[in-house]
């Protein structure tokens, strides 16, 4: 039979038990004489400075040996991948189509428009035409006919769209030495069809490449072109990788990382090529430049920040010290965690969860992105140096644990503007040729603070919206920029195309298309004549644009679209409206 006082000498050895973890976790923080750790980065970050660096008397954290970007290019242990450098600068202007005017989140609302633009259509074949062009008349010349190139989108459904346009005018021009691979994570759905990485990489047999074949597949000779979203960016060793093409916003450690891709030596590699779409020359100067010869970390960082975050989430009051200590209790309790303990845990979380959520967007924001902060920060600041707080300690398992209960996200506003602007001009202009000379340069990483930040929502009309685009992305534009999307427009609106397109292939729709254009091109003669002019006389640039305006335009009608010809409005077209597999204007 146990006695009371047995029992009450047992729960003090468990909470002695319970204090023991704990006081072993804070001993464990900071950094230990018996240890040693080293790192070894081309782009070391402020972490890892602090974490693996030296202390000098002023303070100012510095790698403990350097073998710099600079001197590895001088002893030609990589290339220059700086040395060819082309930007061109993309200039568009955007038309609104529907009637009303709607309000949107002006941020949201203008990320839609510039994805609307970089996934349209006509951006992107003209983007590929003049990285295959470049490719075949460049690129496939040099390591003595190796070579290859890596195509660097924004999102993964930019590469699915990017991938099926090079195969597409690779099989019009007949190159039937050149294939292309794409690499991304995941599913990614266009509109109605789902693709994976596998379901897209094939070999000359029809057979499956897999996701762990596909380096050792793009380093022989079949393969030219990789087409990658995030996926590759880092980490990937191709020596025969010779021109990357950059059609995403690049910066800091991420910019460097990504275009050293192409620094590695090989026989016969002696240059490499940058075509960049989307960075300026300067963007990449300031990337590169910190890297070149020294990085530093000014100062360390001040462990005080856990606690300006911790202030900063207590003021939210969505959770309450009991509740945190609870949860603690119950997460360092001395026996075997079980099925029940887990449910106990969530249990001291709901609370909290429910007050998040009936907070404010804004503040669930704030709160969200400080708790996740707090969560990196603290695991960063316990491994260079020793807290030694014991409710610090318990609130970081609490808080990692509520991280993971909050809400995916917060319903905010998604757009569909595709149905609302229309492409009207587009231009694509070379702004830059040549090296970007790095230069040594001051100064060095700041160490991390304790600030929390929030954009207050805004909203603005659909218009204002497009005018900010405009302003930003427009240029002086004439009729020749204007004119690919005009002839689109002219087919798009006539019912006959609309038909064409709907119920024929696409070498069908083209044969058909090729026949007509030189007369519709005819007729738009007197309005453009410059252009047309030069059309007429170089059959390659006839050739080049029928099949850029037919591709894109058997695309858009493709998909079930009818056209307004009074108001000039595109929509997408309802069970109402199509019937019986024939277009039908709006009534």
Known sequence: MITYAEMEDEDERNRKDDEDKLLDELAAQG????????????????????????????????????????QAIEEHFILDVLQNYMTYKMYYKIAKIIEDNPEFDTTAGSKAIVNYETLHPHNISQKTAIMLEHFMNVTRHKIGGRAKAM??????????????E?????????????????????EVK????????????????????????????????????????????????????????????????????????????????????VL??????????????????????LEETDPNVVYDMKNTLDDFRVYQKSEVDKFADI??????????DLGKLQG?????????????????????????????????????????????????????????????????????????????????????????????TEGGYTPISGDSGHREPKKDPLTVIIDKINEKYGTHFTEMDKVLVQMENDYANQEKWQSYAKNNDRATFMLLFEKDFPNMAADRYEQNDQFFRKLFDDPDMMKQVMETVGSVLYERLKKKYIFDPKSGVIEEATPETYVEDTYLTKK
């Open 190 to 273: 266009d509109n109605d069809d789902v693709f994976i990485e596998e379901g897209m990489n094939k070999d000359k047999e029809g057979k499956t490449i897999k996701e762990k074949a596909l380096p050792e597949t793009f380093h022989t000779d079949d393969y030219g072109i990789l087409v990658v979203a995030e996926k590759y960016q880092t980490g990937f060793d191709e020596p025969l990788l010779h021109t990357m093409f950059v059609d995403k916003k690049l910066s800091g450690v991420k910019a460097v990382q990504t275009l050293s891709r192409l620094n590695r030596t090989t026989r016969g590699k002696v240059d490499t090529f």
């Open 331 to 340: 997460f360092y309790q001395s026996e075997n965690q079980s099925a029940g």
């Open 31 to 70: 950094m230990h004489k018996n240890l040693s750790f080293f790192a070894f980065t081309a782009t070391p970050k402020g972490k890892t400075l602090q974490l693996f660096g030296q202390k000098d008397t002023e303070g100012i954290y510095r790698p403990f040996h350097i073998y710099s970007m600079r």
């Open 348 to 440: 001291q979380l709901r609370p909290a969860v429910d007050r998040y959520e009936v907070l404010e967007v804004e503040k669930q924001d704030i709160f969200k992105s400080t708790l996740a902060s707090f969560n990196r920060v603290y695991a960063y600041i316990t491994q260079v140096c020793r807290l030694f707080d014991k409710d610090i300690h318990r609130f970081s398992i609490y808080s990692k644990f509520l991280y993971t209960m909050l809400p995916k996200g917060h319903g905010g506003e998604k757009i569909n503007i595709d149905d609302k602007v229309l492409l009207e001009y587009y231009k694509l202009e070379k702004d830059f040729e040549g090296p970007i000379e790095l230069e040594s």
């Open 166 to 186: 090079f195969k597409r005018q690779i099989k019009e021009k007949g190159l039937n030495d050149l294939e292309v691979l794409v690499a991304f994570s995941g």
């Open 151 to 164: 195509v660097v989108t924004p999102s993964r459904l930019h590469a699915v769209r990017y991938v099926q």
């Open 276 to 297: 960049d779409f989307v960075n300026s020359a300067e963007d990449i100067k300031a990337s590169f430049e910190p890297f070149y010869e020294e990085t530093v970390l």
